[in-house]
């Protein structure tokens, strides 16, 4: 097997590993609250792969008690929201990842976070999955 291979693998393996905490795990995280911020500073949360996360029952919890994710996220003073949005995220219906958000999807995330007040940025990625200026994917067939 090559070195990047191999490489990405076990990179792939730990992220996997770190963010499964089981149906019942505790996380152990806490933000202070930082004195003097201005009411317009942008405190954002990237929320383009909740949807996904909620088709596959997945569940929030502050404090012990469960609620909607964008509940939480305004209630500890998120006021943006980020929505990167694909241009086909979908083989044979199928999803290739990354949230898989494409328009439907991003307008009815983008509406849920308006609901709570939140602003909204939309991300659009002329690719189908994920890209960055030194890494573009080309697009897959329908």
């Not at 770190?18 to 149906?23: D, E, H």
């Not at 943006?80 to 694909?86: A, F, G, N, T």
Request: proline share 4%.
């Amino acid at each position: 097997m090559k070195k990047g291979k191999l490489t990405s693998l076990l990179l792939s393996a730990l992220m996997a590993g770190s963010v499964w905490l089981g149906p019942n795990a505790e996380a152990a995280i806490h933000v202070n609250p930082i004195d003097g911020i201005r009411s317009d500073f942008i405190k954002g949360a990237d929320i383009s792969i909740l949807k996904e996360i909620e088709n596959k029952n997945g569940k929030f919890y502050d404090q012990g008690v469960e609620k909607d994710c964008l509940d939480i996220l305004q209630e500890h003073g998120i006021n943006w929201v980020r929505l990167r949005i694909w241009n086909n995220p979908f083989v044979n219906g199928v999803g290739v990842g990354g949230g898989n958000t494409d328009e439907a999807k991003a307008l009815e995330m983008a509406a849920r976070a308006k609901e709570r007040g939140m602003k909204v940025l939309l991300d659009f990625h002329y690719s189908d999955f994920w890209a960055d200026p030194g890494k573009q994917i080309n697009l897959l067939p329908g």
